[in-house]
């Protein structure tokens, strides 16, 4: 069975670094593009940017170029999001999601359960 | 501000046939690529509903179909269902924003 199985949910403080994960299954984790799609509270979804494991190309969303980081590390099947100093607008619900089709008609045919990002002093 | 934009709610009995418009232009929809639709049940993850316009992944009844026609879409639900009742977002690319983007979302109420 195909899985995206993500990490706990975060508290965590303004200004503070984190690193959330996606770790793939049932699939040939260097074969697809994998990425993340928030979801702030009451809004609905942005695609963020996405990663191909294999040589760990990414793409970035222009809204998210430079404020996140998305790695993959081929040993683990997992995919990371990455802030290094967290805002309060960061709190969020984060999807990972498997990415199918061909460059600029993808789909998201696999999502994990989401984690909960939540930034507040 | 999404670039496509989705009807806030629509509403129907059950047995009955909603609609939901997905709205672009010339960069994304219009511009030929394709539109995909996620459902979006309370507390769930999306899940995959509708891909490459029309076509629906194992698994997912046929009651569900989309269709593409110039710089909009459509995904039409027939024989509404209480179980259909979630929100649901159609996503595509946009050249201009060089970025996948996904519609504002509308949210299925069966009455």
């Known amino acids: 069975e195909v899985q995206l199985v993500q990490s706990g949910a975060e508290l965590k403080k303004p200004g503070e670094s984190l690193r959330i994960s996606c770790k793939a299954s049932g699939y040939t984790f260097t074969s697809y593009w994998i990425g993340w799609v928030r979801q702030m509270p009451g809004e609905g979804l942005e695609w963020m940017g996405i990663i191909y494991p294999d040589d760990s190309d990414a793409i970035y969303s222009p809204s998210f170029q430079g404020q996140v980081t998305i790695s993959a590390d081929k040993s683990s099947s997992t995919v990371y999001l990455q802030w290094r100093s967290l805002k309060a607008s960061d709190t969020a619900m984060y999807y990972c999601a498997r990415h199918r089709g061909a460059r600029y008609y993808y789909y998201m045919d696999v999502w994990g359960k989401g984690t909960t990002v939540t930034v507040s002093s | 501000q999404s670039v496509l934009t989705q009807p806030p709610s629509v509403s129907g009995a059950p047995g009955q046939r909603v609609t939901i418009s997905c709205t672009g232009s010339?960069?994304?929809?219009?511009?030929?690529?394709?539109v995909h639709w996620y459902q979006r049940l309370p507390g769930t993850a999306p899940k995959l509903l509708i891909y490459?316009?029309?076509n629906r992944p194992s698994g997912v009844p046929d009651r569900f179909s989309g269709s593409e026609s110039g710089t909009s879409a459509s995904l039409a639900i027939s024989g509404l269902q209480a179980e259909d009742e979630a929100d649901y977002y159609c996503?595509?690319?946009?050249?201009?924003?060089?970025?996948?983007?996904f519609g504002t979302g509308t949210r299925v109420t069966v009455l």
């Open positions: 996503q595509s690319y946009d050249r201009s924003q060089s970025a996948y983007v």
């Open positions: 010339s960069s994304n929809i219009g511009a030929g690529y394709d």
């Open positions: 490459d316009n029309t």
